[in-house]
């Protein structure tokens, strides 16, 4: 299973699902404040950026991790000799 994340970068991907969901919620948090509480347009799009680009961040700096954490484990692994046990 290891062998699939070899030579991928994470931080692609977790700032992909970091940014779709940020701009989903920051649609519907920006036309709640829009509509609801008749909060200012420039106000209402600092938000929604703010939604928008902090999701993407911590996404990308999470995917950073995970991917320095597997190439410790693929490094360790062809070490060792690979996988000890076969799938069936």
């Known amino acids: 299973m290891m062998k ?3 030579g991928r970068n994470l931080a692609h ?3 992909l699902i970091g940014v ?3 701009l ?3 649609i ?3 036309g709640v404040l829009a509509a609801s509480f008749n909060v200012a347009l420039n106000t209402v799009l600092l938000v929604w ?3 928008t680009i902090v999701p993407g961040v911590i996404g ?4 950073d991790r995970l991917t320095a954490k597997y190439k410790r484990l693929e490094q360790a ?3 060792s000799g690979g996988e000890s046990s076969t799938i069936s």
Do not use: M, R
């Open 60 to 63: 990308w700096i999470i995917g």
């Open 20 to 22: 779709t969901s940020g």
């Open 24 to 26: 989903i919620v920051g």
């Open 13 to 15: 991907p977790g700032c």
């Open 4 to 6: 699939h994340l070899q």
């Open 49 to 51: 950026l703010a939604i």
């Open 77 to 79: 692994e062809q070490v």
């Open 28 to 30: 519907i948090l920006a």
